[in-house]
């Protein structure tokens, strides 16, 4: 059974970081895509960043500058470096990773919080 699971949400001041992490197990398929989405509260989900197989990425304009993506394919783990967090950045926040197979699976999210 294929499994991501993030992890390194939580509270933070404004201006502050948080790293998180999404593992993904259980598939002996390779991931092609590896993203970053989140939803803030009241809000439809968004994305946040992108980055395949082979390292090209994509940001959110609103998070370009500020927040980092990247992959360590032989653990077959996500990571979302977030810098200079700001109240808006509050949000569930899930990765999800595209298959060789075709098929797409999501995390079951992690809460972060930017608050004073």
């Known amino acids: 059974q294929v499994q991501l699971v993030e992890s390194g949400g939580g509270l933070v001041q404004p201006g502050g970081s948080l790293r998180l992490s999404c593992a993904a197990s259980?598939?002996?398929?390779?991931?092609?895509?590896m993203g970053w989405y989140r939803q803030p509260p009241g809000k439809q989900r968004e994305l946040v960043a992108t980055?395949?197989?082979?390292?090209?990425?994509n940001y959110a304009d609103s998070v370009k500058g500020r927040f980092t993506i990247s992959r360590d394919n032989a653990k077959n783990t996500l990571y979302l470096q977030m810098n200079t967090l700001k109240p808006e950045d509050t949000a569930v926040y899930y990765c999800?990773?595209?298959?060789?197979?075709?098929?797409?699976?999501w995390g079951q999210g992690t809460q972060v919080t930017v608050s004073s």
């Open positions: 999800n990773g595209f298959y060789s197979n075709g098929r797409l699976y």
């Open positions: 259980g598939s002996s398929n390779s991931i092609n895509v």
């Open positions: 980055i395949t197989s082979g390292g090209r990425t």
